[in-house]
């Protein structure tokens, strides 16, 4: 059975930080790009970052470039999203879903290619 597994969310004030975990399990992990989305109230779910498990590229949207940091623990088959400089706007259900590399390794990270989902995991950031 494929699990995603995320943890880590939580009530944070802005400027502050958290990590979310990923754990993967069901499926062979290093065939796979993890990546985090995100919905907050009222909005659509957007993407957030990627990394592939195979050769470590990764992505992320701009509203989130130099504020989070994806990773990936192979050996355990997790996925991290370090997170720093929390502002309100992060407030969502933080997502992790996985997709299939492709026969050059690579990835699309998008809401329409991902082949499972996790069940998600809140983040309440206050002003």
């Known amino acids: 059975e494929v699990q995603l597994v995320e943890s880590g969310g939580g009530l944070v004030q802005a400027g502050g930080s958290l990590r979310l975990a990923c754990a993967a399990s069901?499926?062979?992990?290093?065939?796979?790009?993890i990546g985090w989305f995100r919905q907050a109230p009222g909005k659509e779910r957007e993407g957030v970052s990627c990394?592939?498990?195979?050769?470590?590229?990764?992505y992320y949207a701009d509203s989130v470039k130099g504020r989070f940091t994806i990773s990936s623990d192979n050996a355990k088959n997790t996925v991290y999203l370090q997170m720093h400089s929390l502002k309100p706007e992060d407030t969502a259900v933080y997502y992790c879903?996985?997709?299939?590399?492709?026969?050059?390794?690579?990835?699309?990270?998008?809401?329409?290619?991902?082949?499972?989902w996790g069940k998600g995991t809140l983040i309440i950031v206050s002003s």
């Open positions: 069901g499926f062979t992990f290093d065939d796979y790009a």
């Open positions: 990394i592939s498990s195979s050769d470590g590229s990764t």
């Open positions: 879903a996985a997709t299939p590399l492709d026969y050059s390794g690579s990835y699309y990270c998008g809401l329409d290619g991902m082949d499972y």
